[in-house]
Antibody, heavy 127, light 110 residues
Framework: QLQLQESGPGLVKPSETLSLTCAVS??????????WGWFRQSPGKGLEWIGS???????HYNPSLKSRVTISVDTSKNQFALKLSSVTAADTAVYYC???????????????????WGQGTLVTVSS | QSVLTQPPSASGTPGQRVTISCSGS????????VNWYQQLPGTAPKLLIY???QRPSGVPDRFSGSKSGTSASLAISGLHSEDEADYYC???????????FGGGTKLTVL
């Protein structure tokens, strides 16, 4: 079955760029039916959507993070990546990737469910 | 502060029925479907209910969802100890143009 696996450094210094990769196995990232997203969960807090990408490269970011986020896709490697710049301690969190079902209403796209999720990776921002 | 409002905690004894509420507005729950996720301790979230009341394959029918107006509910009947987890509601928000989460409800099985 489809599986997602996050990877990347567990420790990032303040003001630097956080970089993570999500490898997709058991299915193709180039499926036309789905989008691929990044989420995070700060220690002891709830979940937050960071942004998403379609296999053709179109992206959609959370407005609160948009100025610092870049998501890219590599279909040849069946993976997608997250970069979050100028990190601070507030960006310390467990980062998850997940498959997203998108629903089209004419030209309007909305996301429906997120499934499956990767196991998550803890990224700590500290000097 | 989360866009969708959930009670921070809920509890019940084995065999009991518990419900978890999720309150939103016309721009999210009022005009879009609600999905629920279960997060067991130390694990990633898992899709539990989608499209307000549908269960993915493998989810026991003890779990059910409903929606009315700008609110939704998750019900768990015949509570099991392994149901102890955090539960999150999520819906698309037309104003924010993105998905919004509830703050999560920690369910304790006494």
């Amino acid at each position: 079955q489809l599986q997602l696996q996050e990877s990347g450094p567990g420790l990032v210094k303040p003001s630097e760029t956080l970089s993570l990769t999500c490898a997709v196995s058991g299915g193709s990232i180039s499926s036309s039916a789905y989008f691929w997203g990044w989420f995070r969960q700060s220690p002891g807090k709830g979940l937050e959507w960071i942004g998403s990408i379609y296999y053709r490269g179109s992206t959609h970011y959370n407005p609160s993070l948009k100025s610092r986020v870049t998501i890219s896709v590599d279909t040849s490697k069946n993976q997608f990546a997250l970069k979050l710049s100028s990190v601070t301690a507030a960006d310390t969190a467990v980062y998850y990737c997940a498959r997203i079902e998108g629903l089209w209403f004419g030209d309007l796209l909305k996301y429906n469910w997120f499934d499956p999720w990767g196991q998550g990776t803890l990224v700590t921002v500290s000097s | 502060q989360s866009v969708l409002t959930q009670p921070p905690s809920a509890s019940g004894t084995p065999g009991q029925r518990v419900t978890i509420s999720c309150s939103g507005s016309s721009s999210n729950i009022g005009s879009n479907t609600v999905n629920w996720y279960q997060q067991l301790p130390g694990t990633a979230p898992k899709l539990l209910i989608y499209n307000n009341n549908q269960r993915p394959s493998g989810v026991p029918d003890r779990f059910s969802g409903s929606k009315s107006g700008t609110s939704a509910s998750l019900a768990i009947s015949g509570l099991h100890s392994e149901d102890e987890a955090d539960y999150y509601c999520v819906a698309w928000d037309d104003s924010l143009n993105g998905p919004v989460f509830g703050g999560g409800t920690k369910l304790t099985v006494l």
